[in-house]
């Protein structure tokens, strides 16, 4: 087990450099240059080459990858020698639009996505599993007909509908959250209703679409499991529906959605752009979006692309190493 | 005298979109203490069906069961099949019990052979989690686990096939039931592990004095075993009598031409093997009369070709023999003997 997980982490490592390295290369390819677009009105070549020279471009991409790298150990001071700004490490950039470390900012961004993440992956699960189970267990009578009225109103309503219909004809109408106060910032720790304020319907419009999806999964799953032999053995030794239900069929029916749970949780905290959008919420989402479309803030991009595919292999090598607890047939290769 | 399971005109049918699937039907046979029934018939005859209803194991909601199967039990007797489903569980375990086909498949993956033994004796016993474990671990050595010990925390995926058979047996036996049901419960298994099970079975079986119920389509498998046989066929027992009967006056032609099937190591090499012509009859839509009749070789001899009209009755031809044939045994016996 130690040897099989040391070999993972080392691969994710690997991977990680792989990934790093090519958005580097990509964000090198775009035909737009970061050192002109900051230059003032009387551009002049020398300028652009200094500016260039200033935010670390006039070198290869090897090169800034490494530095890249090496900043995110030990910290960079960004910008020409003697007035450069020092990040300390992990330093993931320096956003000269905005005058700050990218760090910062990240670290400024990063709990109204983890709040959106935690609080929708919270609310589909529950929903999403019991509703499925819910549905297996009566199979083609009504509760398993509302169920499956639910999933196609969540598969099929896109966030950018459903999340502008809850904002206006729930969140508005009935005066639930004050507009002015819509997004804002509450810890939820020390405050709780502020954080629901804020997070519940955000996380409720992004939670329906999942969870329509995952009680078709858990549903299906539960079905098929159900007619496995050993469900029949369980069966035939005698025990109560309730104890096969929740020892043997769950156990068996619900270890394909740990992996994908897994994954789609994962994804969410790289941002979700059009329910931070709606919501106003000022997370990794509206960060990158903003910074592709408005300032062109190449560090930014390079951050936020950089924590979603890291967030993504770590969560697949969690997964993994789950799985291996749940299923002993994983556990022995 | 009666004996331990009487079960008397079992129908066990499945509504489907295409009709209905008559899979059992007046099913009738016994078994008593210390007994062995074999019930022998290809697949889709209707043997584990049957069995499956007297466990109580089809989804009620998918199954229309009638007749009745009773067990005579030391507290009174139980007809399993009208009883409510919570007495016919409470009976699952502790008196019937079932091994089945494939025991890679019929074992959780995801437990420890240990731990589902455990379950299973926990379930009408009360003990500390310890107890539950000592007995696990009894019954492993009992079905002949080497290494009981350290087997014990091991996966179903860990087993070969027959250690997991054996395991399986374990688990049915914990609580010490009367009756146990094997369901072809070495069809999956190599040859020689099959003997080793069947032994096995044998041995648990004078130790505990079960009744056995064990479904095959292997008569060899059934000659060395069985007391008693039941030939089914399109859901039907075609015969019923004691191994000698059926493998030495064989009365019914659907039970020749099984035996003509078999190859017999005192035929020579010269000799081939006779294969019944014809398919299995449709569930759905039987035959009108005897469901054997479209592959039977001898219709022709019944006079008023009655066999593709009237369903022939089970009758005693001998002492204890019964036969669903319109053929007298004597004008079987002169057809078979005019062939050869």
Redesign the interface.
Known sequence: MLKYVSRRILYTTILLLIVSLSIFYIFDLIPMDPARLICSKQCTPALVEANRHRLGLDVSVIEQWWRFIVGLFAGRTFGEDGIGQFCSAPALGYSFPRHECVTTIVANAFPFTLSLAVGAFIMWISVGVSLGVLSARKKGKFADRAASVFVLVGTSLPTFISGILILLFIVLKFNLVNPLELGDWHNPFTEPIGWLNTFFFPCATLALAYAATYTRFTRSNVIETSS???I?????????ERVILRK?TL??AL?PIVTIAGLDFAGLLGGAVITEGIFGLNGLGKLSIKAVTQTYDLPIIVATTLIASTLVLVANLLVDITYAF????VR?E | MSKFLEVRNLNVSFPTEDGMVRASNGVTYSVGLGETLAIVGESGSGKSVSNLAVMGLHNPTRTEISGEAILNLKSGSVDVISADTETVRKLRGKEMAMIFQDPMSALHPFFSIGDQIAEAWHLYNKGSKADGKNKALEMLELVGIPDAAKRINDFPHQFSGGMRQRAMIAMALVNNPSLLIADEPTTALDVTVQSQILSLLKELQIKFNMAIILITHDLGVVAEFADRICVMYGGRIVEDGTVEDIFYQPKHPYTLGLLNSVPRITAGTSHRLKAIPGQPPSLINLPKGCSFAPRCEYTSKVAGGKCSTEVPTLDVKNAGHLSRCFLSTESLNNLVKDKA
Do not use: M, Q
């Open positions: 496995e032999d050993y029949r053995t369980a069966r035939a030794k005698g025990l109560t043997h156990r068996a270890a749940i299923d002993p047939r022995a």
